[in-house]
């Protein structure tokens, strides 16, 4: 049986090849989100790239997803799949340090700040101004207690990962991932292939 943990793929002995999987993997990380949440059995929807602005801001910044849970609540979402940087000390989230390099982006401060006061910001989904109920995390993989560590630092609606949303899409035998992974796979296929 396979090992489907991101350490097997992404923290191998090979720092060249968990550096070109990391790499490759970040052109199409959002794809597993967005088919992952396109999914019935997903407790969210995706309904794309929120823009998030304060009052009388002329522009905002535009962030990965926003998801809607069933019951219609709202919530801005960020992906973070750092999986080979620093020698993968971002692989698995296991505490709210991991989060302080990214303090020097203004789109995850905003984010954070949304996290916060979701009231106090506007929220434009698809030219719409929609109110936001929170924001989400989405990190690589996280670690037993990670979620909730970084939760008890920062007021997140949820911490999802990149690793579980791969593991219901297998258990799940979703068609549109397995049809997503093929036309990858032929794609970069494709490419070696001319390069020889």
Known sequence: MADHRFESIFATSNRDQDNFRARLFGLFSELIVRTWAADDRSPYNDLRRPTVSLPGEARGKTLDFTLQAKDGRLFVSEL?????????????????????????????????????????????????????????????????????????????AAVLSLEEMLADLRTWKSKEWLDQVAKLRHWSDGLFDALL
């Open 80 to 156: 973070k799949g750092e999986l080979a940087l620093d020698n993968n000390a971002y692989l698995r989230l296991s505490g709210p340090r991991q989060l302080g390099h990214l303090m020097g982006s203004r789109a995850f401060v905003r984010f954070l700040d949304l996290a916060r006061s979701p009231q106090a910001f506007r929220v434009r989904v698809g030219g719409k101004e929609r109110a936001a109920a929170g924001a989400i995390l989405i990190w690589g993989a996280v670690a037993a207690g990670g979620r909730e560590a970084v939760m008890s630092e920062f007021p997140f």
